[in-house]
């Protein structure tokens, strides 16, 4: 399913509105990052988090494919001002990726609990039947945008909502309990190598940027 969304995509003209490759890494590696988190909060349905991950931002490829004009005038807004990337869409659209992703996933007829992750994925806290899915998507797209940013990938902070805590295990040491599961990630990345080969065509130039 993953694949066939992300093939769908891929191919499509986003009018230089957004980076296919960059994003399609992202949203790979925050399926990963997802399922891993997965196993160590014991969310037993993996496949699920999986997809919830790779499908978090749908909604932003979809807006840059449909709605070109009004995508560029949410990227001026964010660079100009500087704010969030989300507080943008709202200000622009009145509404954000993750609205738009949970309407585009819901006329799919995708499973109830991953739309819902998908729409809240900011926001877990807002999720009223998928919190723990919400949580994972968003704990997973934070660990994802700070590794970017650690190997100098990106530079907008991302910012962890501490109500995903009300559904996962509190930790004593968040710092460390987070620099833990990104050398995780990264070993995990290691091994989802030729699923990265794959969904970019399997071919070398492609793979590297995986």
């Given at each position: 399913?993953?694949?066939?969304?992300?093939?769908?995509?891929?191919?499509?003209?986003?009018?230089?509105?957004?980076?296919?490759v960059?994003?399609?890494?992202?949203?790979?590696?925050?399926?990963?990052?997802?399922?891993?988190?997965?196993?160590?909060y014991k969310?037993?349905?993996?496949?699920?988090?999986?997809?919830?991950g790779?499908?978090?931002?749908?909604?932003?490829?979809?807006?840059?494919?449909y709605?070109?004009?009004?995508?560029?005038?949410?990227?001026e807004?964010?660079?100009?001002?500087?704010?969030?990337?989300?507080?943008?869409?709202?200000?622009?659209?009145?509404?954000?990726?993750?609205?738009?992703?949970?309407?585009l996933?819901?006329?799919?007829?995708?499973?109830?609990?991953?739309?819902?992750?998908?729409?809240?994925?900011?926001?877990?806290?807002?999720?009223?039947?998928?919190?723990?899915?919400?949580?994972?998507?968003h704990?997973?797209?934070?660990?994802?945008?700070?590794?970017?940013?650690?190997?100098?990938?990106?530079?907008e902070?991302?910012?962890?909502?501490?109500?995903?805590?009300?559904?996962?295990?509190?930790?004593?040491?968040?710092?460390?309990?987070?620099?833990?599961?990104?050398?995780?990630?990264?070993?995990?990345?290691?091994?989802?190598?030729?699923?990265?080969?794959?969904?970019?065509?399997?071919?070398?130039?492609?793979?590297?940027?995986?």
């Amino acid at each position: 399913l993953s694949s066939s969304v992300i093939k769908l995509f891929k191919s499509n003209e986003t009018k230089g509105l957004l980076d296919p490759v960059q994003f399609w890494d992202h949203s790979l590696k925050c399926g990963v990052a997802c399922k891993m988190l997965a196993s160590n909060y014991k969310y037993f349905v993996a496949g699920e988090a999986f997809t919830a991950g790779i499908l978090h931002d749908i909604g932003r490829v979809a807006l840059a494919h449909y709605a070109g004009s009004s995508y560029g005038l949410v990227l001026e807004h964010h660079q100009k001002k500087g704010c969030r990337f989300i507080d943008s869409e709202m200000e622009i659209l009145g509404f954000t990726h993750a609205d738009f992703g949970g309407y585009l996933l819901k006329k799919w007829n995708l499973p109830p609990l991953i739309t819902e992750a998908v729409m809240h994925h900011h926001h877990p806290g807002l999720a009223e039947n998928a919190r723990d899915l919400a949580a994972l998507v968003h704990f997973a797209d934070h660990l994802c945008h700070l590794d970017a940013s650690k190997k100098g990938l990106e530079s907008e902070k991302s910012v962890l909502d501490e109500q995903i805590w009300d559904v996962l295990e509190r930790t004593e040491d968040e710092e460390k309990t987070i620099a833990s599961l990104l050398i995780a990630l990264n070993q995990d990345l290691e091994k989802s190598e030729s699923f990265f080969k794959i969904l970019h065509g399997d071919d070398e130039t492609s793979a590297s940027h995986a």
